[in-house]
């Protein structure tokens, strides 16, 4: 079993709706964190969270510590919203290294 | 600031060759993370350096080996290339210290072995 679990693995959706991917993850963490990707392979990082939700613009992103999970939302979806948005963690033990979920890769027609 | 840059940005080499990459990262930033994009197994974390000093490392053979410099640029080298080891490379850097654990990532290096 992965450490870090991401669902839905494909979402494609119309302009306008409200798209929900979901993480889950399975050991300790120091910050859990949200990126994406756009074809050609630029990874920007949406968010770094450790508690509670922040926004920002069209997109929320929650975690729940007790319960290993966090989501992604975004509101009034767009076609240029269509990338592969990854999650993250940041182990709590030792390395700062970045364990990645597979990827959901979102696909909003207009 | 400028942000992360990588170079070069695609490279096409030859099963046995050797290739070398590199980092520069945001200024002030000290620590560089190098990662692997394959289709199959996803991002993965190869290693990651600070004060010129290699902190940890990923579950990769010996072949794939790296440094940083006093600047903190940083390179990555894969010796005796394999067919598998054609993947987007990307490093990332951050600032260090005060429980700061957001990466910024370069635009990568797609290597493909043939």
């Known amino acids: 079993k992965n450490e870090v679990e991401q669902s839905p693995q494909n979402l494609t959706a119309q302009e306008g709706e409200f798209i929900t991917i979901n993480c889950s993850y399975s050991v300790g963490i120091s910050a859990l964190h949200w990126l994406q990707q756009h074809p050609g392979g630029g990874i920007v990082s949406l968010f770094m969270l450790s508690s509670g939700k922040k926004k920002h613009g069209r997109l929320i992103a929650t975690i729940n510590i007790q319960e290993k999970h966090s989501s992604l939302h975004i509101t009034a979806s767009h076609p240029r919203d269509s990338a592969v948005y990854i999650c993250?963690?940041?182990?709590?033990?030792?390395?700062?290294?970045?364990?990645f979920g597979q990827g959901t890769r979102l696909t909003i027609n207009p | 600031k400028a942000g992360v840059t990588q170079t070069p940005r695609y490279l096409i080499k030859t099963r046995g060759q050797q290739v070398t990459l590199s980092c520069s990262p945001i200024?002030?930033?000290?620590?560089v993370s190098w990662y692997q994009q394959t289709p199959g197994q996803g991002l993965q974390f190869l290693f990651e350096?600070?004060?010129?000093?290699?902190?940890n490392k990923g579950n990769f053979p010996g072949r794939f080996s790296g440094r940083q410099f006093s600047n903190s640029r940083s390179e990555m080298n894969v010796s005796t290339l394999e067919l598998g080891d054609s993947a987007l490379y990307l490093c990332?850097?951050?600032?260090?210290?005060?429980?700061?654990?957001?990466?910024?990532f370069g635009p990568g290096t797609r290597l493909t072995v043939t």
């Open positions: 993250a963690v940041t182990l709590i033990q030792g390395a700062q290294k970045l364990v």
């Open positions: 350096y600070f004060s010129e000093t290699q902190r």
């Open positions: 200024s002030g930033h000290r620590s």
């Open positions: 990332a850097s951050r600032i260090t210290g005060g429980g700061s654990y957001e990466q910024y």
